[in-house]
């Protein structure tokens, strides 16, 4: 079968790996547009202490976190050693113990049916301080060991390359869908025309434009996510330090090489595709970042980056082929937690494509309730 993969974020690169696997004759057609979200991802996974009372939500992101050592096992057999993910445990910090009390009972409670989490521990502000030594002091915090960080460009572009090998072919390009009567054909992009069985729809923020032609208003909206890396001096071993997850909504993780990442923004009112750094912005993130890590004080500030996280109605995910049309599949609304979820959805996309059955119950994650039809 011939599949067509426009957009080339996680859920683009995994659905494209997938399909190559399967032995799919897969091209990937990708605009890579400044504020792609994979690009600018955090890549905190650690979905078990949400608070969200969406079920479908939680069996989502569940499951998406489940999904990763399976995967990045069969990623290093192909020789696909750079993935920048590292199973390094999360700290919950927070001065009031009760408050992680707390956290602790509703994890336990899920432990059950998610032994991936792995041991839960409270850690004192002593213990805390030993895990990552720039916080500032009087955290307790909560230990997560099954919670992992991923570095999303390295993710992304190693499942590309893996898809490669296995045959797919990615064009760097602006698509555009072609269709008769009800049925998707292909996609058009750099004046040619490809044929496919079926296109999947992966384009993250900018799905609404791609839909629009076959009469389609696709209800995402988008959230503008201002992200700082910095560099930290002497410190060693960065690299294993645990993801931070604070109270407040700004969390801190850490890379190989003293690469401390900061953030994010949750931007609303935003005019466009604005990936503009603003002053307010950063002085949030610093603020934010520097109140739980005075450390990070004469850290080197090496970038900022911006990204679009997709959502579509209910900040519920959508999954499946698009209601009234044949051979078009799509998934969106990621959100904030694409990075987790991102390579489970693309393994479902990729069986809804070769026509298997799908693992996750597709009413959860109805394609419909994003879309109205306009003609
Ligand atoms: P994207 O990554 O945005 O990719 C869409 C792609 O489609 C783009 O490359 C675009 O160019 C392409 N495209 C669109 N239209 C077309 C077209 N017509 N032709 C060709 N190509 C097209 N998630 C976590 O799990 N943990 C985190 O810690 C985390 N932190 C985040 C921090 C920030 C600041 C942001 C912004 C997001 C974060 N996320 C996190 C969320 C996660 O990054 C997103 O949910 C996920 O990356 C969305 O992936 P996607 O593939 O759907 O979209």
């Known amino acids: 079968r011939k599949v067509i993969v426009i957009g080339a974020g996680i859920l683009g690169a995994s659905t494209a790996y997938q399909l190559a696997k399967l032995g799919a004759e897969v091209l990937i057609i990708d605009r890579k547009d400044p504020g792609q979200a994979t690009d600018a991802a955090a890549g905190i996974i650690c979905p078990w202490l949400s608070q969200r009372r969406n079920q479908a939500w939680y069996r989502l992101a569940k499951a998406g976190a489940r999904f990763y050592p399976g995967l990045i096992n069969e990623l290093e057999q192909e020789g696909e050693t750079e993935t920048g993910y590292a199973r390094v445990g999360a700290l919950s910090v927070h001065v009031d113990t009760d408050k992680l009390k707390q956290q602790e009972e509703r994890a336990r409670k899920r432990l059950e049916d998610a032994p991936e989490i792995g041991e839960l521990n409270m850690l004192t502000s002593q213990e805390t301080l030993e895990q990552v030594p720039l916080l500032a002091e009087g955290y307790h915090s909560l230990q997560v060991s099954g919670a992992a960080r991923v570095d999303g460009r390295a993710l992304r572009d190693a499942l590309l390359r893996s898809a490669r090998h296995s045959g797919a ?7 555009s869908l072609q269709f008769t ?10 004046g040619q025309i490809f044929a496919a069985d079926s296109v999947i729809v992966c384009a993250g923020a900018w799905a609404g434009p791609l839909l629009l032609p076959l009469g389609i208003r696709f209800k995402v909206s988008y959230q503008k996510g201002q992200i700082m890396h910095l560099k930290a001096a002497d410190q060693a071993d960065t690299g294993s330090w645990p993801v931070v997850i604070p109270p407040t909504d700004q969390y801190l993780l850490s890379f190989g090489g003293g690469r401390i990442v900061i953030g994010a923004t949750h931007d609303n009112d935003i005019e466009g595709y604005d990936t503009s750094v603003t002053a307010g912005g950063i002085q949030e993130v610093l603020n934010k970042g520097l109140e739980l890590a005075p450390g990070l004080a ?13 959502f579509t109605p209910g900040f519920l995910p959508v999954i499946g082929a698009v209601p009234g049309w044949e051979g078009l599949l799509a998934a969106n609304g990621l959100g904030a937690s694409g990075l987790t979820m991102g390579p489970f959805i693309g393994s479902q996309l990729a069986k809804l494509a070769l026509g298997l059955n799908p693992d996750i119950e597709l009413l959860d994650y109805d394609l419909g309730l994003a879309i109205e039809q306009q003609i």
């Open 169 to 175: 072919r990615l064009l760097n390009g602006d698509a």
């Open 181 to 190: 009567g009800n049925r998707v054909t292909g996609a058009v992009a750099d």
């Open 298 to 310: 004469d850290s080197t500030v090496e970038e900022v980056r911006v990204g679009f996280r997709p």
